[in-house]
Each structure stands twice: as C-alpha cells, then as structure tokens.
C-alpha cells in the first residue's frame, strides 16, 4: 500500500512510541482507495482512508459498535468551529500529532458515550447546514 510520507512517519511514531498496532488494512480496486487502521493498547483507534483521491483521518472508540469520526469534527470539541469543507491532510496530520492525547481520552471507556453523544449531535447540525432542503421543519411542509 502506497502511503504519503508524512502518514508513513505518523504511523511509525504511533507504532514506536504510542503503542499503536496496525489492526486492518485493505486496499480498493479502482480509484486507489485505501484504508489503514490502527489500535492503540487502550483501545483507542486512528484510521487512514484514501476516498476517490482524498485523504481523511479518523478516530474512533474502543468499543466495536463505535463509530468513526473526521478529525475535522472532532476538532470542533477543542474549540474550532465546525466546518463544511474538508481539512488538508497536512492540517489533520497537524491536529493528531498535537491532540492525540486528548483524542485518546475523548475515545477512552470512561468518555466514549458522552464524545459520541456530542460528535453525532455536530455531524447532525453540519448535515443540516449542508443539506437544508432535507432537513424541513413540519411547518415548511
């Protein structure tokens, strides 16, 4: 699998000093879509998608039934606003390495219910600003 570099060197530091395991990775057949994931000793897991060109990071719980979150959402819960547009990969890079602690709290056993509850309440809103034609209130009808 054909990873950029600066993923590479995120992985190795993950794998080296942050006791990350590569857990799945899958490669797709037509686009160049890829996929790698990772599990931390505590359970906290980071992905590496590649979607029809684009890169996107997530995070996740360590619970199976948990679902995977764009660090661009996951940011709005240090303080940035949420945002339509997708992040650079240099810029959600930037945010792992910075926030990867507080991202492994956020995603720990003792957290993990209250972040989800936040994060698909933001996705929610952002979908609705996305989507508004979709999202008519009973009085617009």
């Known amino acids: 699998m054909k990873l950029p570099d600066e993923i590479q060197k995120l992985i190795m530091t993950l794998e080296n000093s942050k006791g990350y395991k590569c857990i ?3 490669e797709g057949s037509g686009f160049g ?3 790698l994931e990772m599990q931390s000793s505590i359970g906290t897991r980071i ?3 590649r979607d029809r060109g684009d ?3 997530e995070a996740s719980g ?3 039934s948990s679902k995977w979150y764009e660090l661009s959402l996951i940011k709005t819960l240090f303080g940035g606003n949420p945002s339509t547009h997708p992040m650079s990969l240099d810029r959600q890079m930037e945010l792992l390495q910075n926030e990867l602690r507080r991202i492994e709290e956020l995603f720990g ?3 993990l219910a209250m972040t989800e509850g936040k994060l698909n309440h933001i996705q929610n809103e952002r979908a609705k600003r996305l989507f508004p034609s979709f999202y ?3 009085q617009d009808i």
């Open 62 to 64: 360590c619970m199976p």
């Open 109 to 111: 056993p003792e957290q």
């Open 47 to 49: 992905r590496f998608v």
């Open 24 to 26: 799945n990775q899958m």
């Open 33 to 35: 879509d890829c996929l």
């Open 55 to 57: 890169w996107f990071v």
């Open 136 to 138: 008519k209130t009973q």
